[in-house]
Each structure stands twice: as C-alpha cells, then as structure tokens.
C-alpha cells in the first residue's frame, strides 16, 4: 500500500512564503512524475507544478517566478517553495505522485490535501 503525507499548508499574510512537503511512503518500486495540484472552493483541481523522475519542472502561469518545486529522489519527497503569496493562491493543495508499487501497475496516488489560507 502507498500513502503520500503533506505537511506545510497554514495561514499566511500576503506577500509571504511557505514551504509544502508531500513524503511517499509504502512498497513503492518507482516513482515518475510527482506534482502539486491546488482546489479552491467552487473551482476545478488544477495542477500547479510538477516534476518529473529527471528533474523537468513545469508550472502553471499563474505561479511562474513565485512557486518552486524540487524533489529529493531519496527521500521519495516532492516539495513546494510558495513565496510572493496573493489573495488568488489560497486552496487546498494536493501532493499527487505518477508511480509503481511493487507488484502492481503504475498508477496515480494522491495525498489527503493540506490547506494554504493567505489573509491579513
């Protein structure tokens, strides 16, 4: 069985930062592409950021230059570095990994969701 674990998300003022860990656990044998998705109420999931197995990142327009996300292979841990926060980022945010359990097909597994508040 996999599980993926976010820790990170809170309340912050504009303009501030947090940083978004998502940790995979479990009989993993690989693990490909890893990214962030975020959904605000009343709106559809949309990814954020990915990365893929070798390093390739994409990101949506609207956090280009604001957001960065890295992964330490290792650690099997995909991380989101959210700075320059706005009034517009504030949803819950879902770690999602593109992977293969051992004895299994690769699949899509998603974390439970951790939620980024920014008010003042």
Do not use: H
């Amino acid at each position: 069985q996999v599980q993926l674990v976010e820790s990170g998300g809170g309340l912050v003022q504009p303009g501030g930062s947090l940083r978004l860990s998502c940790a995979a656990s479990g009989s993993i044998f690989s693990i490909y592409a890893m990214g962030w998705y975020r959904q605000a109420p009343g709106k559809q999931r949309e990814l954020v950021a990915s990365v893929s197995s070798g390093g390739s990142t994409n990101y949506a327009d609207s956090v280009k230059g604001r957001f960065t996300i890295s992964r330490d292979n290792a650690r099997n841990t995909v991380y989101l570095q959210m700075n320059s926060l706005k009034p517009e980022d504030p949803a819950v945010y879902y770690c999602n990994a593109d992977l293969r359990p051992y004895g299994s097909s690769r699949l899509a597994s998603w974390g439970q969701g951790t939620q980024v508040t920014v008010s003042s």
